[in-house]
């Protein structure tokens, strides 16, 4: 439900300015007889919109909407005159207003202009979030506390030049942790390069990593760098390195520990600044007692070791990753925007995800989208073995061998509990408090701000 707050210092006008709103535009409504008045809801009460009066004594709607700017609320702001001076109106919109109207005018207009305030906020939060996505910065989409702690982890981590050894399940974003850890590094502008050393044939992983000098083999026609020397100045980011073959893995430490690489077929040392990071699915250390992976390696790579969590141990990111998810298929199929209900979202946050992770919820995701010619995607155009699969996390299934500590398994089960509340109020404090059975409003802000949850 859209939250409207009306300012306006004319008590009789605003409830009934407030009344009318809700009666044409089915709103929810607030009202404010003071501008002081205003921004202390603001803070308390997630708002959707404002109606602002420009003319009230002490603070007038010009410093409403100058505090609001030095508070970073980025609730959209209508403001209305009774006046006629179009001029205030104006200079309101160069502070930071979305439009202006007359008091005089028909609410269904006013609804009009709040539907198309909404809607361009709603365009622009869309914007934002495909640039995160397709930017050269990635980010870490979610704020429970795995990903909190796998976030700090990378801020110490990511000036360090040493290797680092990012360990998680397939799907679970390793590759984005990696670009993290390049970005918030020493050289952010340098180049970031990935290598799968799955996808390497055995008699060219030397050639991909080293590269060759022309004529060393049948083909080399050209002098041909290979991943370290691109990536000098920068990351080299080395996934499943747990499939690199022993040969390889051997010239991979005398490269990490002399910062020089010899191509294929030459003779002469190339100096290398890259900053190593690998990754692997795999148990390492069960791969070591195997005779699998080279023990002098893996002691080499593991100066620092950042686990990413598995989805299902940080069910409550689920909303906003899908909601970036939904934006940036839409997008990429060319389908007007979509949005995901409430009831959908909390059958996606009882999944546990453990075939793919992330990688997974895209593809259902994907796969939403496609099967529902609707805005909203609902309950029934969740795949079915989502729909049947969901619960078992909520019912007391483990989370998987690599859980965290009690405490945080028990926050972010808390955390999972408002979120998906929150979600079937839409947002609605007030609404979600009273269903949650705490005292007031002001209980539940505190326990979201404790958590990190917030709307955006």
């Known amino acids: ?50 109606i602002l009066d420009l003319e009230m004594p002490g603070m007038d709607g010009f410093e ?29 919109i160069r502070l930071g207003a979305r439009s202006f109207i007359d008091k005089a005018e028909p609410m269904e207009r006013v609804v009009q202009e709040v539907e198309n305030a909404l809607e361009r906020q709603r365009l ?47 799907g679970a974003g390793k590759e984005l942790v990696a670009r993290e850890l390049h970005r918030l590094g020493a050289s952010p502008n340098g180049p970031f390069v990935a290598l799968n050393s799955a996808a390497l044939p055995e008699n060219l992983v030397e050639d991909e990593l080293f590269g060759h000098e022309r004529g060393a083999f049948t083909g080399a026609n050209a002098l041909r760098k290979g991943a370290f020397e691109a990536a000098s100045g920068g990351t080299l980011f080395l996934d499943e390195i747990g499939e690199l073959p022993l040969p390889a893995q051997a010239k991979l430490l005398r490269v990490i520990e002399q910062r020089q690489v010899t191509r294929v077929g030459g003779n002469r040392t190339i100096t290398v600044e890259a900053r190593v990071v690998a990754a692997t699915n795999r ?32 069910l409550s990111d689920v909303p906003a990753l899908v909601e970036q998810l939904v934006t940036s298929t839409c997008v990429r199929f060319g389908v007007r925007p979509k949005r995901i209900d409430g009831a959908a979202l909390e059958s996606l946050m009882a999944y546990d995800w453990k075939k793919n992770n992330v990688r997974e919820l895209r593809n259902a995701v994907e796969r939403m989208i496609i099967a529902t010619e609707a805005d909203v995607i609902g309950l029934d155009d969740v795949p079915a073995e989502i729909r049947d699969g969901a619960g078992s996390v909520a019912s007391g299934a483990s989370p998987g061998p690599a859980s965290t500590s009690f405490h945080a398994l028990k926050a972010e089960a808390e955390r999972r509990i408002i979120v998906a509340a929150l979600e079937r109020n839409d947002w609605h404090i007030t609404k979600t408090a009273q269903e949650l059975g705490l005292s ?11 958590h990190g949850i917030s709307r955006e």
Request: aromatic share 6%.
């Open 283 to 314: 148990d390492l250390e069960a791969e070591v007692a195997a005779g699998r992976f080279r023990q002098d390696l893996y002691y080499r790579l593991n100066v620092h070791v950042l686990r990413v969590p598995a989805l299902r141990e940080r």
């Open 1 to 50: 439900m859209t939250t409207v707050l009306v300012i306006d210092d004319v008590a009789a006008l605003a409830e009934q300015y407030a009344y009318d709103l809700k009666r044409v535009g089915r709103y929810e409504t607030l009202v404010a007889p003071s501008g002081r008045e205003a921004l202390d809801i603001l803070e308390r009460e997630a708002v959707d919109c404002v």
């Open 64 to 92: 409403v909407l100058r505090a609001m700017e030095r508070r970073a609320f980025r609730t959209p702001v209508i403001v209305y005159t009774g006046t006629g001076n179009y001029d205030r109106c104006i200079q309101a």
């Open 440 to 450: 007031d409003h002001a209980s539940l802000l505190k326990i979201m701000r404790r």
């Open 124 to 170: 622009a939060g869309q914007v934002a979030a495909l640039r995160a996505r397709t930017g050269a910065d990635p980010s870490l989409v979610g704020a429970s506390p795995a990903l909190q702690q796998l976030k700090d982890a990378v801020a110490r981590v990511a000036k360090i030049p040493s290797p680092a050894l990012i360990v998680g399940e397939s």
